[in-house]
């Protein structure tokens, strides 16, 4: 019995298969999902062979101090923006052996959100050594913490294959 929905457990069943394939490592670096993604890529038996870490960056100073996160972004655009997603991915990156990563940075609610960056917003980057970083931004609403959480594993999963296809 897995903890993840069937979508979701296929995805990362064919993350471990094609990153092994491919001599890819995976890094991840989360604050919304709080260890969340690497949990579903670390569920599939033979993940040892392609996930090397996962950097749980809930607050402002762990973004800084475990990933490089540029003080001046968190002050310029805030926690939950592209550039600290993108520092984000490209710090896991840079702070691990990977050679492909995936960052998340969201408001799950039920609080927290503003006119400007609602309950449901997320934004995700994946990086990949020698390729452009990836970068998305979801409103999914204000569906529920959980259902946040879980459909931004769904994208960051499917992020990280879309990053390792890319030549």
Known sequence: MSLWS????????????????RGLLIATAESCTA??????IT?????????????VTYSNEAKREMIGVANATLKAHGAVSRPTAIEM???AIGNSAANISVAVTGIAGPGGGSEEKPVGLVHLAAARRGHET??????YGDIGRSA????T?????????ELSEAD
């Open 6 to 21: 069937r979508d979701i457990e296929d995805i990362a069943r064919k993350i471990v298969a094609d990153f092994t394939e």
């Open 35 to 40: 260890g969340l993604i690497a949990g579903a």
């Open 43 to 55: 569920e599939i038996s033979g993940s040892s062979n392609v996930f090397d870490r996962g950097f």
């Open 89 to 91: 991915a490209e710090g």
């Open 134 to 139: 990836l970068h998305r931004e979801m409103r």
């Open 148 to 151: 946040v959480r879980l459909a």
């Open 153 to 161: 594993v769904r994208t960051a999963l499917e992020m990280l294959i």
